[in-house]
């Protein structure tokens, strides 16, 4: 036979237009092979007879990501016992050229699959996320407080020296809201009526960079968490206990050290341009420790009086008639505020949901629940946006390229161009000029269909990037916008507590509130480590978002079977459909060549009609196809219904199909099955009835089943086929 590259070589010489073929033989270099990663060892005969000897016998261990390669164990770390119900961060290593799969060493054992301790040891390991405790040497920096802390009070005591460096607002109502639940507490606020249409609102921020030293073990290991990781059942704090909940909180009644935000506004939340914002180290005394829930009660009316408010939220040094002035004039003016920065200002407001879990003792979760977004969390979050836009002018002015920014990038030149196409196949009046025009454009689909809303939104955001931390010098001023807040400069000033990135601004605010000419900058350059750290930061967003799916999916195994609900199809392509589910506010691209793993045999687009024609496979398919804990589907249906099935060829009559198009209703049903890892996975099943077998254009031919209406049926639906039970 002609050798392989003779072969090529032959092809390639005849055929025109053709574009080069080869066959990839080896792998010299994978940024896999630096990162670990979680691996599963399956059960399989005679792996009791290999304990101690699996290198010898070949043992293999698969990724639990779908898109990295079974491993061939050729080195398994001391301390570490084979066992197939337990997951272990594995690492890659070479691949040879005849090699079917690469070698690798199993470095650690997790936790046992299923359980809540297993499965959150897969989540914080696929997000590189590390959960150990902080060293010795670091607790060992915060030894230097102990002659601070009042031995009666166990409270902080504030040097008589920083009383001379700081502004005391300790005579302010200052006051904090956060959630049910919170313990880190990092951000308060003031309002006060200054005269006829000028009001001056405080924001006051803990000031960690007091206790934690640039430089020191505590701050290395912080840097190297860079954010606190918020899961269902627990936190993971990027600092130490005694700052997060104690010296720094701004727990109530007592006092703390702070920066501060002071500026003035009128009736609709717009700056006072003549009175040039404070931004300065201070003192403050919180008087109440709220959360939305209570201030959304004053607000509304709901809770009259003091004796209305839960212990945990008592008042101190001002009365409940001053406070509700404070919470009714505060909301009143930033809610003004947040209506001008959608409607006139030019941000971005997508809908997100979040959940809520009940846990029962051993962390399992009981019920979830969507999370009630109170309106007091917008008043609160307009500040915050506030401050954090003001510091961001001040150290760009002061401190230039060194100055730590929240970027987030316009749609580039292929978005807008796909985008438009979008819009042009779907017949959408839709603007991409700027953010305002794709804010307005939304609210116009919104206010006449909810689920076109839906669809075109989420097409909207994935097209547009995360947004990130980056040094103010390695870009041009025009190219530091935050798109979808449409604010030049920003950052991120009001959450030192849990996130890095506004350590290190509190940090240059320092130096910029108290520079030393006569010496240069002691602040460390992040330029180069900022990427590192918004990629920390973001990888600890998306492990709280995965861990709330993994807590559905604990629900989901427990109740069995697979539950329906709608989805949408909200882009369609030759390669792929996009699909959005709002039940769990989560999206899928299903793309050619995995369409199996979602029910669907087979995909045909029609580029004209922008079309896609989905075959499902037969019952028979599906036991064929060897998936590993299959769920059985029951489903009631009421005497009158019908099911349809598509009429297919003569030799296909086991398989179902339906055309769908960009905005159609369909159904899909979520289940867990028993192959590890625990995901929440989902299938597609069938249009919402009676939208199932309509197209663009041409009608298509069906044959109905009439189920009897003589008699109470169940059908069990695999894949497509039905059967009468």
């Not at 270099?29 to 990663?37: C, V």
């Not at 045909?604 to 059985?632: H, P, V, W």
Request: charged share 30%; with cysteine; hydrophobic share 35%.
């Amino acid at each position: 036979p002609m050798p392989l590259k003779e072969k090529l070589e032959y092809i390639n010489s005849f055929i025109p237009n053709l574009r080069p073929l080869g066959r990839v033989v080896g792998i010299l270099l994978s940024p896999a092979r630096g990162e670990q990663h979680i691996m599963i060892i399956d059960e399989q005969e005679g792996l009791e007879e290999m304990r101690g000897k699996e290198v010898e016998y070949g043992l293999q261990a698969r990724p639990a990501a779908t898109t990295l390669f079974t491993m061939n164990i050729t080195i398994i770390h001391p301390g570490v016992t084979i066992d197939p119900h337990v997951y272990y961060l594995g690492k890659y290593g070479d691949w040879g050229v005849n090699d079917e799969y690469p070698a690798g060493e199993l470095l650690k054992r997790g936790g046992l699959i299923g359980t809540v301790d297993g499965e959150t040891f897969r989540v914080l390991n696929t997000y590189r996320i590390d959960p150990k405790e902080f060293s010795e040497k670091a607790l060992e920096d915060l030894k230097l407080l102990d002659d601070q802390i009042d031995s009666i009070s166990k409270e902080l005591v504030i040097r008589p020296e920083e009383f001379k460096k700081r502004i005391d607002f300790r005579s302010k109502r200052i006051f904090t809201i956060d959630g049910e639940d919170t313990k880190d507490i990092d951000d308060a606020i003031h309002v006060e009526r200054i005269s006829e249409g000028v009001y001056e609102f405080g924001v006051h921020i803990a000031d960690v960079s007091y206790f934690v030293k640039e430089g020191s073990q505590l701050d290395l290991e912080a840097r190297e968490k860079s954010t606190s990781v918020y899961l269902v059942h627990k936190v993971y704090s990027m600092l130490p206990k005694i700052l997060t909940q104690g010296v720094c909180s701004l727990n109530p009644n007592v006092e703390r050290q702070a920066f501060s935000v002071i500026f003035r506004v009128d009736q609709d939340g717009q700056r006072i341009k003549d009175f040039e914002p404070v931004i300065c180290k201070s003192i403050i005394k919180s008087r109440s420790k709220m959360s939305y829930g209570v201030v959304q009660g004053i607000i509304d009316g709901k809770i009259k009086s003091e004796s209305d408010i839960p212990e945990a939220h008592k008042i101190f040094g001002c009365t409940f008639a001053e406070f509700k002035e404070d919470c009714d004039l505060g909301f009143k003016i930033m809610m003004n505020r947040r209506k001008w920065r959608y409607n006139f200002g030019g941000s971005i407001n997508f809908d997100k949901k979040k959940f809520k879990f009940k846990l029962k003792e051993d962390s399992f979760p009981e019920s979830m629940e969507e999370y009630k977004r109170y309106e007091s969390e917008g008043f609160i979050e307009e500040l915050m946006l506030y401050a954090n836009q003001m510091v961001a002018e001040f150290l760009y002015k002061k401190v230039g390229p060194k100055t730590i920014l929240r970027k987030h990038d316009s749609l580039g030149e292929d978005a807008i161009i796909e985008l438009k196409n979008y819009i042009a196949d779907n017949k959408l009046d839709f603007d991409l000029s700027s953010s305002l025009a794709i804010y307005k454009s939304l609210l116009k689909i919104k206010a006449t269909d909810e689920m076109k809303y839906m669809c075109v939104s989420r097409k909207v955001m994935t097209k547009l990037k995360a947004a990130a931390y980056v040094a103010a010098g390695t870009s041009s001023p025009e190219a530091l916008l935050h798109y979808a807040l449409n604010m030049n400069p920003y950052t991120h000033f009001t959450s030192p507590i849990r996130r890095y990135s506004d350590l290190i601004v509190h940090r240059l605010l320092s130096e910029a509130l108290h520079p030393n000419p006569g010496n240069p900058s002691t602040i460390f350059n992040y330029s180069e480590e900022i990427g590192k750290i918004s990629d920390r930061y973001k990888n600890g967003k998306n492990a709280g978002r995965a861990h709330e799916r993994l807590f559905y999916s604990f629900l989901r195994r427990e109740q069995g079977g697979i539950y329906e609900c709608k989805a949408y199809v909200y882009d369609i392509n030759e390669k792929s459909i996009g699909i959005f589910i709002p039940f769990m506010d989560m999206d899928k691209n299903i793309r050619m060549g995995e369409q199996k793993t979602y029910g669907i045999n087979r995909f045909d687009y029609d580029k004209e009609k922008k079309t896609m024609t989905l075959t499902f496979k037969s019952e028979k398919e599906e036991t064929k196809s060897g998936q590993k804990g299959k769920i059985a589907y029951v489903k009631k249906i009421k005497n009158e219904d019908v099911a349809s099935v598509r009429k297919m060829g003569e030799g296909d009559k086991e398989h179902a199909a339906m055309v769908i198009s960009v905005f159609s209703e369909i159904v899909v049903g979520l289940y867990v099955d028993t192959y590890p890892p625990l995901e929440l996975k989902f299938k597609i099943i069938k249009h919402q009835y009676p939208t199932f077998y309509q197209t663009n254009s041409q009608p298509v031919s069906y044959t109905h089943l009439t189920l009897p209406t003589s008699e109470r049926v169940q059908i069990s639906v695999v894949a497509g086929s039905l059967k009468k039970k």
